[in-house]
């Protein structure tokens, strides 16, 4: 009873990485409201995945295993998430802002009347209060995200209603073990008592899935445009550099948008988050969509011609000089020096 909860998806047997990342969040917000972290799968053949979930810190894990639970549908686990909270009545309920997360999440919220805060960028403990009503809450979900296209940064609370739930992208949390031989309880779920026949109408003939191409969050170095950039042609210097370096190229939305680069490159609050060695900025001014998705990167260097530019407060080295020209200096000298 109120403690706090982790839904966590499951691909082909294995938790997926942003579950993992807020498994890590979540036991140290459990930490500091003395409360139990708990977590849910929903899958078939889940024989043993306490071993991937208990080194993360979980005090209780809820499995419904069934053969229909896999893939995942909406309707069967739905259901099943609605009647545990009822249930169990958490205080915290976090997901991953995944397909499933984005489709799941707010459906739960819905039906418990909870409310829901998408894509945050950091969860704290805290206390709020509320000096027309004359009243103080106490250890209360801080729900933190960019708002406002940017230009704020919302703390979002929900005093009220239970359980608090949020999402969180993959790459914003970062994962750690919390001791390996971390002890603790599994509770099996019989999917029936919670799922009618009906809720299992549709059924998935096939299911194909296309692996990204671009391994972003895998990358020790990253080289990323904006749209100072100024072309796609441009960009491919971007390329040339990354190759040199043996790193990834990376884009802020604004060169996404402007057709300079794939989707799949994007970085930011609604792209990908990153932590690489070295996070070379070409051409990006740094507002904080993007700032959210790389500012963690353990070093930064930033190239723009505006020496006012909102990257260089967060950067470790500034070069204010068009990227045409820096770019072809920095091959060259790299190039250079690796022979």
Known sequence: ??????????????????????????????DSLKCKLEAVVLGSNLQGIEK??????????????DPRLYPYQTLPHTSVVVKLFEAEKPQIALMGATSIGRDLGPRVSSALHSGLTADCTSLEIGDHEDKKAGVTYKDLLYQIRPAFGGNIIATIINPDCRPQMATVREGVMKKEI?????????KYLDVNQFVSPEE????????HIEQSKVNLK???????????????????????????????????????DAGYAGHERQIGQTGITVRPKLYIACGISGQIQHRAGMEESA???????????????IADYVITGDVAEVIPKMIRYYRKNTK
């Open 178 to 186: 919390l001791d390996e031989n971390y002890k603790g309880e599994v």
């Open 1 to 30: 009873m109120n403690n706090l909860f982790v839904y966590c998806e499951i691909e082909d047997g294995a938790v997926a990485e942003v579950s993992l990342e807020l498994l890590t969040k979540g036991r140290k917000l459990a």
């Open 218 to 256: 895998g990358a020790p170095i990253i080289v990323a445009g904006g749209y100072g950039v100024g072309s796609r042609e441009n960009f491919s210097l971007l390329y040339e550099l990354a190759e040199v370096l043996g790193g990834e190229v990376g884009a802020s939305r604004a060169a996404v």
């Open 299 to 313: 070093q930064i260097i930033a190239i723009n011609t505006d020496p006012e530019a909102p990257i260089n407060a």
């Open 52 to 65: 991937q979930l208990f080194p993360y810190g979980v005090d209780v894990l809820h499995v419904a295993d």
């Open 200 to 207: 299992f109408v549709v059924e998935i003939i096939e299911r």
